[in-house]
């Protein structure tokens, strides 16, 4: 249940123990929040249990004695006034089903994935609607922008936004979530906010691969401005404010992954630009680089929608038919010549 002026009152589970699920129970737990927080490996448990330190996907950070950490999802998510859903984006489904007998008819989920569903399209709180169907909708948010993990568990200043179609659930999240060192914005368009979140990372492994090849900076600003107008265009298409895509969940994020050497994304693109082949990459990476998935779920999207998207096409190409990479700049240069605003306005 809702309750802005007793924000402490909250009762909160969090759904996810990777790097960026760690970080946010850590803020919320320090900000005096008890913490059930669901943990996928019984490794990490243990971990969070003995050592107070997730040594897999956050080494270094001691977690306060409020996090308590469960292998069983029904302890953490049910009665919660606020459940917040931190998995990788192709695990969403199948964890909103395990969550589906537990939730509160009242609770307000929260999608900190970032990621488009392979064969749906569906964002992550599309598949949270379609699943939780007993939710009104304006119950769903978002909570997305330029946040490493690492830095966000450090402290370090970070600003955010918080997305959903109801003012009251959005100024509750930044309520929940903000603190001395995180900042929170409020927006009403959790369509844009996810889009910028997926596109981002797509557009990371591009960036990526330009400084693995030493192409130089001319490019990745290039590459970053022009992806912008690729976000516009599928965005837009999708009924998404582009201002959104402007803020922090767009551009902000789009600059710090395409930057950014803590980037998962960004750093498959410059093994890729070094010429190591994606499945050893993959292989040798126990967290998840959503980008890659999100690439076939975007190029699928543009192609039935008729969006053209020839960044992020062609990082479909490079990274599921082995295109050559020198040929792949040679067609992104040689596009016919138009107008910058060509398909934005």
């Not at 950014?260 to 960004?266: C, D």
């Amino acid at each position: 249940m809702i309750q802005i002026d007793d924000i402490q009152s909250t009762r909160i589970g969090v759904v996810g123990a990777g790097s960026w699920g760690t970080a946010l129970a850590k803020l919320l737990a320090e900000k005096g929040f008890d913490i059930d927080f669901w943990v996928f490996e019984s490794e990490v448990k243990e971990q969070i249990e003995t050592l107070q330190e997730n040594r897999v996907f956050l080494p270094g950070y001691l977690l306060p004695d409020a996090i308590h950490p469960f292998n069983d999802i029904e302890t953490v998510v049910k009665d919660k006034d606020l459940v917040l859903v931190v998995v990788p984006s192709h695990f969403m489904r199948s964890v909103a089903m395990q969550m589906k007998p537990f939730i509160a008819k009242d609770a307000v989920v929260v999608s900190a994935s970032k990621g488009i569903e392979n064969k749906t399209h569906l964002t992550m709180t599309g598949i949270l609607e379609e699943i939780l169907d007993f939710l009104p909708p304006e119950n769903l948010a978002v909570l997305s922008g330029p946040s490493f993990a690492k830095e966000v568990a450090a402290k370090i200043p970070t600003v955010v936004a918080a997305a959903s179609v109801n003012d009251r659930v959005a100024r509750f999240v930044q309520a929940v979530f903000a603190g001395p060192t995180f900042r929170v914005y409020v927006n009403h368009d959790p369509v844009g906010t996810q889009i910028g979140g997926a596109m981002k990372n797509v557009l990371a492994i591009a960036a990526g691969i330009c400084d693995g090849m030493n192409m130089g900076l001319n490019p990745r600003a290039a590459l970053i401005t022009r992806g912008l107008t690729e976000m516009n265009r599928l965005g837009t298409r999708l009924g998404a404010d582009p201002l959104t895509l402007s803020g922090l969940a767009g551009v902000g994020d789009l600059l710090l992954t395409c930057t950014g050497a803590l980037s998962r994304n960004y750093t498959v693109g410059m093994q890729i630009g070094q010429g190591k082949k994606l499945d050893d990459i993959i292989s040798e990476m126990r967290m998840v680089a959503e980008g890659v998935k999100t690439t076939r779920s975007v190029y699928n999207l543009s192609r039935k929608l008729g969006v053209d998207l020839p960044i992020c096409n062609e990082v479909y190409h490079v990274l599921f038919e082995n295109y050559p990479l020198e040929e792949t700049i040679q067609r992104l240069m040689n596009r016919s010549l138009k107008h910058e605003l060509d398909g934005v306005l």
